[in-house]
């Protein structure tokens, strides 16, 4: 009796560890991926997969394959940049952009950028639009045309940025301040013009 009752509970112990293996195995070869973002799949032969995972529980070969989560929501990046106008002022400027992957080019921005893309991307690109616009502009045109600057701005940065695989939902001029001697004259300016006001408002003054 003795005999029969511990051969049946080693056959329970086998059954349950290998029923904890094949759950363990199950468990490895799924994976989840959470709203509003994306996965590229590594695979140890083939390299990385052409497909791209939506949102939900997906099947991989465990120990074989591995996912890589991308966040596709809008997120903010601000890029200083300094530079120089037309007439060779040095001008500081920030850029405010939200930016999200196009999802169906994960895999290749994933093999040519990693993971960190936007560090690559953004930083490079915001650099070069700004410098190649604002040089098209005089100090003063900056800001009597800061509308046509921006949207000048935005048009090639969307170009750029899409060549890379990104979208560029929102970009705007959060900063903007010029050099020293600039700022100076530009104060004197205003000071002289509202003294050339004040004296013709004062008959006084005129006499």
């Not at 890589?68 to 060779?88: A, E, Q, S, W, Y």
């Amino acid at each position: 009796m003795a005999a029969g009752l511990t051969s049946l509970f080693n056959t329970l112990g086998k059954i349950g560890i290998g029923l904890a293996v094949a759950g363990g195995v199950v468990n490895s070869a799924l994976y989840n991926v959470e709203a509003a973002h994306r996965a590229v799949i590594f695979d140890r032969f083939r390299g990385v997969l052409p497909e791209v995972s939506g949102e939900g529980t997906h099947f991989l070969i465990p120990w074989v394959q591995k996912p890589i989560f991308f966040d596709c929501r809008d997120r903010p990046r601000n890029v200083p940049v300094v530079t120089g106008t037309k007439d060779l002022q040095n001008v500081n400027i920030t850029l405010r952009v939200l930016f999200k992957p196009i999802p169906e080019r994960l895999p290749q921005m994933y093999v040519s950028l990693g993971e960190d893309y936007d560090e690559r991307v953004l930083p490079s690109i915001t650099n070069e639009v700004l410098k190649a616009v604002v040089a098209q502009f005089d100090a003063s045109e900056l800001i009597t045309q800061r509308e046509t600057v921006s949207l000048k701005v935005r048009e090639e940065l969307i170009d750029r940025a899409s060549n890379f695989g990104l979208i560029l939902d929102d970009i705007s001029i959060t900063h903007l301040t010029f050099g020293r001697e600039f700022t100076l004259a530009v104060e004197l300016k205003q000071v002289a013009q509202q003294e050339a006001e004040k004296a013709r408002k004062d008959p006084v003054l005129l006499s």
